[in-house]
């Protein structure tokens, strides 16, 4: 009985998908590493948001705010231009 051996020669060329598909891999594995970054900022904001709330609710001292408000003044004989300046700075 004799063996014999086949030599199968495959009518596609598989480099270049198994290049393809390294640097599809690669490109998901750096996005990954992305998402992990971005994930520890926003916890980072998340974590700063709340402590800054917490700080807004204990800024009275003996029912006086602790911290200087700022204050715009305007003077205005008419009370139309007057009107429209503040609705300008509010918006």
């Known amino acids: 009985m004799s063996l014999h051996t086949w030599s199968v020669q495959p009518s596609v060329n598989f480099a270049p998908l198994i ?3 390294k640097l599809v891999q690669d490109a998901l594995k750096k996005e990954r590493d992305d ?3 971005l ?3 926003l916890d980072k904001i998340i974590t700063r948001g709340q402590r800054l709330q917490g700080k807004s609710h204990n800024n009275f001292v003996n029912n006086e ?3 200087p408000i ?4 305007f003077a205005c004989n008419r009370a139309d231009a007057l009107t429209q300046h503040v609705k300008k700075l509010i918006a």
């Open 70 to 73: 700022a204050v715009l003044v």
């Open 35 to 37: 998402l992990i970054l």
């Open 39 to 41: 994930d520890g900022e």
């Open 65 to 67: 705010w602790e911290e």
């Open 19 to 21: 290049e393809e598909i």
